[in-house]
């Protein structure tokens, strides 16, 4: 798909809204097909791609597509409701329609480095959004790929994303461990407490593993000071920027960074090449 493709909105109609959490809800986005029916995608994309959802009169803004590629029904974006759009956006209901455009960046290396590959994905709260992709696209092809284990963890039971579908679907998949902790303990929460950087190092995973990691900046520089500890190096860990990302096909400059674009030569990267950038990401 060229550029210009990618500049097109299309228009999409939200036919289901999911409550994850008292500030993220995830919404269900089909196309609407030419003989007026309302099913299907809007566009074809691959895990850790993103899309530029728009409400006209209102703004525009990047989010990931949370929904794995062989999902052929339908697009998901789970939004944290932190903003004026975010606001509008929660604010949707059944039927409404949007714009999106896309899809934009690079994706995780599903189909290249991380095939064969034993996986661990770290998470720390709206962070699984981009990283549930993923990791249905992983479940969804499981032969292509080792053993899975699955860290996350939020400030509390509530602030889990995706909770139910963890329980129901992820957990009872052969080869996939999933181990939850929330920040402090809960009521109603027997399971782990802990910080995630501290209950990774805990869990202590083999260095075989190839490492997918995405959450708040701060989780995610003591959870990689900790994978080193642990003997990880650079070259077997990828995150993803999407959150820097503005225009998306490299014109405002905002998302520049030495001298890389996140929207061109990104938003997936592996902690080494990020390495060659200057501090300030």
């Known amino acids: 798909m060229n550029t210009n493709d990618t500049l097109i909105p299309h228009i999409g109609v939200v036919t289901d809204i999911r409550i994850d959490t008292p500030d993220v809800k995830t ?73 999106i455009r896309g899809p934009y960046g690079n994706n995780f290396p599903v189909e290249t480095e991380l095939k064969g590959k034993d996986l661990l994905f770290i998470a720390g709260g709206i962070g699984l959004a981009p990283l549930r992709s ?14 899975v284990q699955i860290v996350y963890g939020s400030r509390s039971k509530d602030d889990l994303v995706d909770y139910q579908e963890i329980l129901d679907e992820w957990m009872k998949d052969d080869g996939i461990t999933v181990n939850l902790t929330i920040d402090r303990e809960q009521e109603g929460w027997d399971g782990h407490v802990g910080f995630v950087p501290n209950y990774v190092k805990e869990l202590n995973p083999s260095l075989s593993k190839t490492v997918l990691i995405c959450g708040p900046p701060i989780m995610i520089k003591f959870t990689l000071a900790g994978l080193k500890e642990l003997g990880f190096t650079e070259t077997q860990v990828y995150t993803t920027m999407e959150l820097r990302m503005k225009c998306a096909v490299g014109k405002c400059g905002r998302c520049n960074i030495g001298d890389k674009y996140v929207c061109k030569d990104g938003p997936v990267f592996r902690f080494d090449q990020l390495d060659e950038l200057p501090d300030e990401y």
């Open 134 to 147: 993923v990791i249905n696209y992983v479940r969804d092809n499981r032969a292509n790929y080792g053993d």
């Open 27 to 99: 919404f269900r986005v089909n196309a609407i097909q030419a003989d007026g029916t309302v099913s299907g995608k809007v566009f074809e994309h691959m895990p850790g791609q993103c899309a530029m959802l728009s409400i006209p009169g209102v703004g525009e803004g990047m989010f990931s597509i949370t929904s794995s590629p062989t999902n052929k029904d339908f697009m998901e974006f789970s939004i944290k409701k932190c903003g004026c759009l975010t606001s509008w956006l929660h604010a949707m209901e059944l039927g409404q329609q949007i714009t």
